[in-house]
């Protein structure tokens, strides 16, 4: 009887210091947690960004590829949160370059611009964005007007000529304009020859930029040779 007691208790010790060595070998057990790095791919984002009012910047930029691949971002000073480009929304300009009016800014005051972009399938972050820093908006208040809304072939001349419209110049405030504002709209063209690069360039010398100063009528024929 006392070696059957003596059986149980050795059992039940066992058993016991069997359930103390397996707690020990578990709180000695350290797991490491690896969290992957998300792969960078090179993006200059902004090609060019100029202020065009009192209250709107307008930025050039080239996608980083596929709209369905890649979601795009503009930063605009030290937010958190940044604007996404929709670049179904955003018109194209030529060579492959987009172009994005950031609006409602604050009269006379800098920004620092930056696109950045993500790939939506690898998760892949952009690096190397080029950062545009102290664009000023203009120090005085502008007319809205929102450029050129509808380009159409001439009928029998579609390969040399075409109609231009747009919307006019809108004046808001407590400041009306005065009855001969504006004074004229300017149109300016050029081939592909000099491209769009060389739109905005003065300096530029070649025949194929032209700059048409038409009245404020809301339309005008131009034709591959126009008589100013």
Request: glycine residues 6%; charged residues 20%.
């Amino acid at each position: 009887m006392i070696l059957k007691k003596l059986f149980v208790l050795l059992a039940i010790v066992l058993v016991l210091a069997s359930c103390v060595g397996s707690v020990e070998k578990s709180s000695s057990e350290k797991t490491d947690y690896y969290t992957p790095q998300a792969s960078l791919f090179d993006y200059q984002g902004i090609v060019d960004a100029r202020a065009i009012s009192h209250n709107k910047i307008e930025i050039d930029f080239i996608p980083a590829g596929d709209p369905t691949v890649f979601n795009h971002y503009l930063y605009v000073n030290e937010q958190t949160n940044p604007i996404e480009i929709k670049l179904e929304t955003v018109p194209a300009v030529g060579s492959g370059i987009y172009r994005y009016v950031l609006e409602d800014l604050i009269i006379n005051r800098a920004y620092n611009l930056k696109i950045t972009a993500t790939n939506l399938k690898t998760g892949a972050i952009s690096t190397g964005e080029k950062i545009v820093e102290n664009l000023r908006t203009f120090d005085n208040t502008t007319a809205t007007f929102r450029g050129i809304s509808k380009v159409t072939a001439v009928p029998g001349s579609a390969s040399s000529s075409a109609i231009v419209k747009w919307n006019a110049a809108l004046f808001e405030g407590a400041i009306s304009a005065a009855p001969y504002d504006p004074v004229y709209y300017e149109l300016i063209y050029i081939s592909d020859n000099g491209g769009y690069a060389n739109i905005n360039n003065t300096t530029y010398s070649g025949d194929d930029r032209q700059i048409l100063r038409v009245p404020a009528s809301g339309s005008i024929s131009i034709t591959s040779h126009p008589t100013f």
